[in-house]
């Protein structure tokens, strides 16, 4: 069966989507959802998905010191196909692994080796290095597709991944092993975010925040619940400069729910200027308070919330920035050198904003 | 892209370069109308409503020159790099070097060197401005240039640096929104209201493209022909045994030709109190270049920080990251109609690709999170197998679903359990249906059931004979063993049924001889269940009385016994 092949993507510039000549649109054949940009290169690897089994994950290039339209587009040769559509993406953190690594997570945790140091089109391709599937040793063949993961920036020799089977694992990448195993919910775990080296968060379908320290895998904490019993919480973020601070998203929801996990139970604001539900948070890299959310309405909006809680007005928070991107915005990721920019998903395109 | 610079320190040079190309055309401006300075004050982004010294050009009188590399550098490049200078010195008073008591600041300058103009100049450093309060907040609100004559004159409540200007002898200020913030220019010489320079300048801004000369050195004309006033011999650095500062006061209070010495103390004083303050706190989002703080400087201040809440209805902050040239991000603005908070549309088509990325497998085999987990060139024959499966199953589930009657949905699981519950309820009425139609029409029951006995085994037979088993403990029970021929007969009888059990050994004809003498006995069968234990064969029989007439069960068993035993 032949997969998709990749037509030489058109950068659209200004005309298409966007009138501002400050974002860059790259058009691929199929709907994106995962986005990943590389700490160590100005590379952004975006996953299609397509509900079967050949999927793509394409490699884009841009130059963040003379962005230009052209100058965003896709790298076939490092480009790659892919099992299953990608729910999430990363990059190894920075200063890591000597070789740039992208993990992706579908039906299992697969490590892909890219060679990002040459982007022309004379590049070696990427490979797959290793699996890891926590498929049970016995008969069965099933494994539990996975929804999230999450790479530990402190000790990155640990992937968080969560799965619809209600469990959480940790992998040891280097040797390829579980390093602990955890049921985290009682319902399928949507989100796992880690917050120190031995510590994280992960939402999950029965609707509660948990945090979990991999020094007694005991308990956990419940750091808030939602409102209205088992609505699911679709989404979390957890503010890496000021470790106070998560972002969730609930289903069906046009809010997003801050929590300051000192004060368990109560969110800290809940953002209400979206008009449609919100898909997708992301805090800023560098910056203790601020905030970018996109959703349904094709909004994304870049949020600063007041020091003290006690500073949330009564309306609420607005929004400080607004963009609008036409179309349903599916996912955003902040590059996390550059804080000056963002990419977006938006049905099969992938737009990088400058902030 | 630099890979392993921190971003902290990419942005200095970031906006360096911005940042000169910037002032530079502020020198432009201030030196095309001969005017003291220019300063640019725009919307802090470390404390979002204020406005605070973003930018500026000194063009006023230099006092001293260094002698170092003073043969070298022109006058122009002396005045351009004064700017510099000043921001450099405002700079080390600022960071920690503001020990009072102690070392002369590492700066090029040091505060005796300076003017009174650029004194005034360093000064406006310090201030912050909300909307609507002083010279630039005004012009900031309003939207609108703000002239103001004699600003030496004038009261700190308008003009809160008019004390300050009164010892700078700037006499004209000038506020103009512009990019966002305001720009403001002062002069020395009273010059009167003009719109035609407010326009000038509006343009030709943007027009002028000075040429950077401040960093690069210049062939250098002859120090001679520089300015008056430039002594190049012996200018004497006093040492500094007493904080700068101070003698910053000092001068002042003789420059005063008023004597209004409380209110320049005051200043002085709360400048003082603001490099200790600046010790303290430390600059809070590390990205954002220009550290930026509040100096309430007026006696005033405790009044008009009463009144800062901003009327306006719309609320506008602009939040520049860095200058807003080329962001893709506008301004939130809360629309006149727009709801506090606004109810999600949830139309069922929320989240789509979200929720279906958490599906978790919808897109896998069988949809119930099971994967064929193989090698990745042997997947795709697994799927077209498991494919194909899949399509016969689901065929056979539809075939089932139009089978049963009552089936309404279309998921497997109800399917199955309609399917189930169908079933029981068939075999009840089955049941039911034998016993009423054996009940209604016995004699061609009778024929038929007994065609069809040979071989036949009715499922429901099996449950009713254990019903009778337990009747049988009940109902009174005769049954007549032959041991010895190992032959058995059983007859037990119930209301209306009668149960008879046989075992013999296979004979031929054997069976016909047995209803043969049933018929004989005018007993109708209702059922046969027959079996080969062991070699013999086995008859259960349910019949009834054919007639009212009873027949005594002994007489049956002999019959059935006759009927057994002949040949």
Known sequence: ?355 | MAQSAPPSQEEPTHLASSGKQFRNQLAAVVRSINWTYAIFWSISTSRPGFLTWKDGFYNGEIKTRKIANSTDLTADQLVLDRSEQLRELYQSLLSGECDHRARRPAATLSPEDLGDAEWYYTVCMTYGFRPGQGLPGKSFVSNQHVWLCNAQLADTKSFQRALLAKTASIQTVLCIPFMGGVLELGTAEKVLEDTNIVNRIGTSFWEIQFPTCSESEEPSSSPSENEPGDDEANIVFEDVDHNAVEGMMSREIDCLSDGNLELITKEIDELYGLCDELDVRALEDNWIMSGSFEVMSSPEAASVSDAERITDDVVTLSYSFQSSRSSCFTPWKRSSDSLEDVAASVAGESQKLLKKSLAGGAWTNGGGGGTARARESNVKGHVMSERRRREKLNEMFLILKSLVPSIHKVDKASILAETIAYLKQLEQRVEELEFSRALSRPVETAGRKRHDVAGKILAGSKRKASEFGDANTEKGHLSKKDHGSSNMVNVTVMDKEVLLEVRCRWKELLMTRVFDALKALRLDVLSVQSSTPGGLLALKIRAQHADSAAVAPGMISEALQRAIGKG
């Open chain 1, 1 to 355: 069966m032949d997969h998709p092949k990749l037509p030489p993507s058109t950068a659209a510039g200004a005309a298409d989507t966007a009138p501002n000549p400050h974002a860059f649109t790259c058009e691929l054949p199929h709907s994106i959802y995962a986005l990943a940009f590389s700490p160590a290169a100005p590379v952004l690897a975006a996953g299609s998905f397509l509900e079967d089994l050949h999927n793509r994950v394409s490699i884009l290039t841009f130059d963040p010191a003379h962005p230009s339209a052209a100058s965003f587009r896709a790298v076939p040769a490092l480009s790659f196909d892919h099992p299953y559509p990608p729910t999430k993406l990363q990059f190894n953190p920075r200063g890591a692994a000597s070789t740039p690594l992208l993990a992706s997570s579908s039906d299992a945790l697969r490590l892909w080796h890219a060679p990002l140091d040459d982007l022309s089109a004379a590049a070696p391709p990427t490979e797959l290095r290793s699996v890891l599937d926590n498929r049970k040793a016995s008969a069965s063949e099933f494994s539990a597709p996975l929804t999230s993961f999450d790479w530990n920036e402190i000790e990155p020799r640990r992937i968080g991944t969560a799965s619809i089977d209600t469990t959480c694992t940790v992998w040891d990448v280097e040797r390829g092993v579980v390093e602990t195993q955890l049921i985290a919910h009682d319902k399928a775990v949507h989100d796992i975010a880690w917050g120190e080296a031995g510590v994280f968060a992960s939402v999950s379908a029965d609707g509660s925040v948990r945090v979990f320290d991999l020094r007694d895998k005991e308990h956990s904490t419940i750091v808030y619940e939602s409102p209205r019993p088992d609505t699911p919480l679709l989404r979390l973020a957890w503010n890496r400069f000021d470790l106070r601070y998560m972002a969730a998203l609930l289903m069906d929801s046009s809010a997003v729910v801050v929590l300051d996990i000192r004060a368990p139970g109560v969110p800290v604001a809940e953002l209400h200027r979206h008009a449609g539900c919100v898909n997708a948070v992301a805090w800023a890299p560098q910056a203790p308070r601020h905030l970018c959310s996109g959703g349904d309405d094709g909004q994304a909006l870049i949020w600063e919330l007041p020091e003290t809680p006690a500073a949330v007005p009564a309306e609420g928070i607005d929004p400080v920035l607004v963009y609008d991107a036409g179309a349903e915005i599916n996912q955003l990721q902040w590059v996390a050198g550059h804080p000056d920019w963002m990419g977006i998903a938006i049905e099969n395109k992938v737009q990088l904003l400058r902030v």
